[in-house]
């Protein structure tokens, strides 16, 4: 499965546009806050683990809706990441589902 952020891939034909596919996943940070042993650093490397984790799964369940489509590749995809004021991460990633060949 090819995947870009652009809306075609360089030597490739699309040959058919099979829909608008999403990726989403949500997960709670894993940062431990303790009033004597809060630290900075692990905080922020907890939200920077968590993120990647999220983006991981987002971009799994992506794949699998473009498969579900007989798509090969998904082009113009954007990625979009939060981080609630309650820890929780959210990623939302959505393409172009497309069907290509090499020329």
Known sequence: MILTTTNSVEDYKILEY??????NAVN???????????NMQKYYAG????????????FD??????E??????IVGIAVDIELTTTNYVAVSI???AVSIVKR
């Not at 099979?18 to 990726?23: H, L, N, P």
């Not at 579900?68 to 590749?73: E, G, M, P």
């Open 18 to 23: 099979r829909g608008i596919v999403s990726g």
């Open 28 to 38: 709670a940070v894993n940062a431990q806050k303790t009033t004597m042993t809060f």
């Open 47 to 58: 939200i920077s683990e968590s993120v990647s984790e999220v983006k991981a799964k987002a």
């Open 61 to 66: 369940q992506l794949k699998e809706n473009a």
């Open 68 to 73: 579900n489509l007989n798509a090969n590749a």
């Open 94 to 96: 959505t393409g172009t």
